[in-house]
């Protein structure tokens, strides 16, 4: 079955910077276009970032551009998030998840549980 587990949350203060991970398993992963969402409290689901199954192409939201990078490792089935120059707006819960269809944005049919991120002094 599809599994997405994620790690590298943490603790940090503003400015600084965090690489998130999310390995996958039970599906193709180089096959797939995968995403980076996240979840602050007590609010909706908010798109970071997408990456196209070959690395080529890369999106990001606009609150993230410049700051964020996403990239991934198709030989260890990995998808990474670089964040640099975290504001506390950043605190939220990432998730990776698993587009279904090539393209950007917040539609997924796969998630995992997520990894906490806290910015905060």
């Known amino acids: 079955q599809v599994q997405l587990v994620e790690s590298g949350g943490a603790l940090v203060q503003p400015g600084g910077s965090l690489r998130l991970s999310c390995v996958a398993s039970?599906?193709?992963?180089?096959?797939?276009?995968m995403t980076w969402v996240r979840q602050a409290p007590g609010k909706g689901p908010e798109w970071v970032s997408t990456i196209s199954n070959n690395e080529v192409n890369k999106w990001y939201a606009p609150s993230v551009k410049g700051r964020f990078t996403i990239s991934r490792d198709n030989g260890k089935n990995t998808l990474y998030l670089q964040m640099n120059s975290l504001k506390p707006e950043d605190t939220a819960l990432y998730y990776c998840a698993r587009r279904p269809t090539p393209g950007w944005g917040n539609e997924y049919d796969y998630r995992g549980q997520g990894t906490q991120v806290t910015v905060s002094s």
């Open positions: 039970g599906f193709t992963f180089s096959g797939y276009y």
